[in-house]
């Protein structure tokens, strides 16, 4: 099935009216096989990346978990409780900090700086590339929770 798409510009004189026909454009739908390609294209690629999460060691596991899940955390009933916390940062995260470690973060301010870069990370190994960058990712990730730093 073929759609055409016409284009026309209207030049205003003071005397007439012109119409000029600039381009005509042609899209060529795709075919079922092509469609079908594609999809298992993406979905072995998707695969890969679950695999890749699945075969992480267990604190991994989890960080990655906490990371895609932290947002669920806030709600109605924790939020005033957490705010309250994270209000009172020195009583709950007593890190001895002498001012050189400027690159400290919490779980709670690192998780979504993380969480952009893994969903990043696995939407460019579904699209068709990006394998190597999102282990990349995988192990700037172990890093950042072993060093409590943004990598």
Not at 42 to 70: A, C, P, S
Not at 77 to 91: A, G, I, K
């Amino acid at each position: 099935m073929k759609t055409t798409n016409t284009i026309i510009l209207v030049v205003r004189n003071n005397k007439e009216k012109e119409e000029h026909y600039m381009a005509t454009t042609t899209k060529r739908s795709i075919s079922s096989y092509e469609l079908r390609r594609k999809y298992d294209t993406w979905m072995r690629n998707f695969k890969y990346g679950i695999e890749q999460l699945v075969n992480e060691d267990e604190n991994t596991q989890k960080h990655i978990y906490f990371i895609l899940l932290q947002e669920c955390l806030y709600n109605k009933t924790t939020s005033p409780f957490l705010s309250q916390m994270y209000q009172r940062d020195e009583d709950f995260y007593k890190v001895d900090n002498d001012g050189a470690d400027t690159q400290h973060l919490d779980d709670y301010q690192l998780a979504p700086l993380l969480r952009k870069k893994l969903l990043e990370a696995i939407e460019e190994v579904i699209t068709g590339g990006g394998r190597k960058k999102f282990r990349n990712v995988i192990s700037k990730i172990k890093q950042s929770q072993e060093v409590g730093a943004f990598i």
